[in-house]
């Protein structure tokens, strides 16, 4: 896979600027959007049940493995409304109705089966199946996920030992929708931040999708980047550490999942694979629009 020039590359204070504004727009945009697309059919007590959301999130995460799954986020909304609160409280109950519980899945989830080559039924069976055993597991291990969580000191360890060495949680996440997972229930302007209020934003990973590298690229704040052969399809996993590693050095201080998030927003709103709404984009003036490069 190679590694190709980007023709037109930000100086170095713009480069701050296009973080700036993509924190910014970020910050100001992924909690109301949780709300909207998640969120928005629970209590205001459920809300504010931290065990019951860190489940409620590790399902909608399990599901969303590409970090950008409008379909995984309505299915776990119909899961809560058929089964409630009680199927992600105490999942053991609901063993011997898998079936049912899959079939319901099914009418609304889409999972891209083309990435790892299963049949939609057989993805579905076993993320519902891997979430359902992973929480009863760890909470007979550890009485609750919040328990087993804190057990770790902060997000990044928490993402790499507590998510992605822990067997029973970490076949069922991407990377990425281990990094999402985890900024949803740290970031301490979000609905549960284990680690309290006062966490310093900067500890929290960036979640780095397609969509972001995507950005980065044709804005012109990376001087090169992994594509697909000929088709200039950015390879996100391959460009994860290094963005994030680059971002920290240029703004060291900054709320990482807020930048993740604005780019993505801007990735998924106005700059299109094709046809980019250029005149609309809040970076239309900072942007280089290398705009060869793609998200897929």
Known sequence: MPTVKIPYVLHSNERRSLLDMLEKIGSRSVA???????????????????????????????????????????????????????????PQRYFNNIHEIVRCVLDTYTPKTRIIRMKKEGITFLRIGGFMLAIHNLSYRF????????????????????????????????????????????????????????????????????????????TGFLESVHVERERMIVEAEKERLRIEKEVRTIKSDGDMFSIDYGAFLIGTKYCHEENPDCNRCPLNTICLKNVMFRAY
């Open 32 to 90: 109301e959007d949780l709300k909207k697309t998640l969120l928005g059919i629970l209590s205001h007590e459920l809300l504010n049940n931290k065990e019951f959301l860190v489940r409620y999130f590790l399902l909608a995460a399990i599901l969303d493995q590409q970090a950008e799954s409008e379909s995984a986020r309505q299915t776990v909304k119909r899961v809560f409304q058929n089964y409630g609160y009680e199927f992600f409280m105490k």
């Open 143 to 218: 009485g609750g996920l919040i328990e087993y969580f804190k057990r770790y000191q902060d997000p990044f360890i928490l993402l790499n030992k507590g998510i992605l060495e822990e067997h029973l949680l970490s076949g069922l996440f991407y990377e990425k929708a281990a990094r999402l997972y985890v900024g949803w229930i740290t970031h301490p302007k979000l609905f549960v931040k284990i680690y309290g209020e006062n966490l310093p934003v900067n500890f929290i990973p960036m979640v780095v999708n397609g969509h972001v590298v995507k950005i980065l690229a044709r």
